[in-house]
């Protein structure tokens, strides 16, 4: 199977995984609860991105070890 690099949404969403940690962490020691939700939030939407992003590079690599079978 092919690599390839990472993606702009696998990385955006390690980016806002990264963000939601922090603003979660900051918001829970800071006594702030709606700094730590809006970084859970923004923790999950980053697991979406990023899940979507490894999606759409496998779907790829597999589109390309396919046309490299077929002679292409």
């Known amino acids: ?14 980016i806002d995984q990264t963000v939601g ?4 962490s900051i918001g829970r020691n800071s006594a702030d609860p709606n700094l730590e939700q809006e970084g859970a939030d923004q ?3 980053g697991d979406v991105r990023h899940g ?4 759409r590079r496998e779907v790829g690599e597999a589109i390309s070890d396919v046309g490299k079978k077929l002679g292409g």
Do not use: Q, S
């Not at 940690?21 to 979660?24: Q, R």
């Not at 979507?52 to 999606?55: S, V």
């Open 1 to 14: 199977m092919t690599k390839l690099p990472f993606n702009n949404d696998e990385v955006k969403g390690k």
């Open 52 to 55: 979507i992003g490894k999606a």
């Open 43 to 45: 923790r999950a939407a």
């Open 21 to 24: 940690k922090v603003k979660e």
